[in-house]
């Protein structure tokens, strides 16, 4: 049997378990006609589509996922990864803002 990859396992659904998906995939890989895989894996016709519609949605996902990768990696956000040290003026300044953005709020709040 057909091991099944990782667009089998995100393409399965409880009727349809991957080794099903990877089966099916496989098949049609091998230009065999829908309704004969249908009939060979007791699954409707309907059933052969979205298995190869969700095995596709998978792959396109993680080509999608990949290209938008390689496009951050150049290089340029290795800097922006890094977390920032104790005490950085900019996260210090940022946690001052929000400071005297609530200063007052406890007055409000007694007003009422």
């Given at each position: 049997?057909?091991?099944?990859?990782?667009?089998?396992?995100?393409?399965?659904?409880?009727?349809?378990?991957?080794?099903?998906?990877?089966?099916?995939?496989?098949?049609?890989?091998?230009?065999?006609?829908?309704?004969?895989?249908?009939?060979?894996?007791?699954?409707?016709?309907?059933?052969?589509?979205?298995i190869?519609?969700?095995?596709?949605?998978?792959?396109?996902?993680?080509?999608?996922?990949?290209?938008?990768?390689?496009?951050?990696?150049?290089?340029?956000?290795?800097?922006v990864?890094?977390?920032?040290?104790?005490?950085?003026?900019?996260?210090?300044?940022?946690?001052?803002t929000?400071?005297?953005?609530w200063?007052?709020?406890?007055?409000?709040?007694?007003?009422?």
């Amino acid at each position: 049997m057909i091991q099944p990859d990782d667009f089998a396992r995100q393409a399965a659904r409880p009727r349809s378990p991957p080794e099903l998906v990877m089966a099916v995939v496989m098949l049609r890989r091998k230009r065999m006609p829908m309704h004969e895989i249908a009939a060979q894996h007791g699954v409707s016709l309907d059933g052969v589509r979205q298995i190869l519609l969700r095995y596709s949605k998978a792959q396109q996902s993680a080509d999608a996922d990949a290209a938008a990768d390689a496009e951050c990696d150049d290089g340029l956000m290795a800097s922006v990864r890094e977390t920032m040290p104790a005490g950085h003026p900019v996260s210090m300044d940022a946690i001052w803002t929000g400071l005297e953005r609530w200063r007052n709020f406890g007055d409000v709040v007694h007003r009422r």
